[in-house]
């Protein structure tokens, strides 16, 4: 992979085009992916982790912006972290293959992990902040795995698999 990249050129938009398609998008740039990638010119992103940022920034930005509604009510913070992993979840279940429906899910996602930080930040007691710390990262690598086996599966049913057409940039729209 790392030859076939490096072998297009030095050029600046060559060099983005290498570095967002291993680093920002993290999926192969081919036709059977499409639905986990944006493209903008010769950059390319990640759908989920795009919206799972964008959903932690609005959030993030309603908290500071709004304070008497999300540090004055923390049970507005666990209604949206609630909201937010539910949909989550229904994402792992029913594996939607539309763009918009991902962004939906993951953006929720981004709004709930942010609306839990929320939590922990308005919770006085320094174990209960800790133990909240610790259960985040544990269900952060617990979904992140689960998520990791549906891509596997995914390349696994490819007929493109382990050839040289995997990758095509010229594919993603």
């Not at 759908?47 to 304070?67: Q, R």
């Not at 937010?84 to 429906?101: C, D, E, N, Y």
């Not at 909240?132 to 490819?158: G, H, M, P, Q, W």
Request: proline share 2%.
């Amino acid at each position: 992979m790392n030859e076939e990249l490096g072998n297009r050129g030095l050029s600046e938009e060559n060099k983005l085009k290498d570095f967002s398609s291993l680093y920002l998008a993290h999926h192969p740039l081919c036709n059977s992916y499409k639905n986990h990638i944006f493209k903008i010119g010769s950059l390319y992103l990640c759908v989920g982790c795009t919206s799972l940022i964008a959903g932690f920034i609005v959030y993030t930005t309603l908290y500071f912006t709004f304070p008497r509604i999300f540090q004055g009510y923390p049970l507005t913070n666990g209604l949206i972290s609630a909201f937010g992993v539910g949909l989550a979840l229904l994402q792992l279940m029913i594996h939607p293959s539309r763009k918009i429906i991902k962004i939906i899910f993951r953006f929720s996602l981004g709004l709930a992990v942010a609306a839990y930080i929320g939590i922990v930040f308005l919770v006085e007691n320094w174990g209960i902040k800790v133990g909240l710390f610790v259960l985040l990262f544990a269900c952060v690598i617990t979904y992140n795995s689960l998520r990791k086996e549906i891509d596997v599966e995914e390349c696994e049913k490819c007929e493109l698999k382990n050839t040289r057409n995997c990758i095509d940039l010229n594919e993603i729209q």
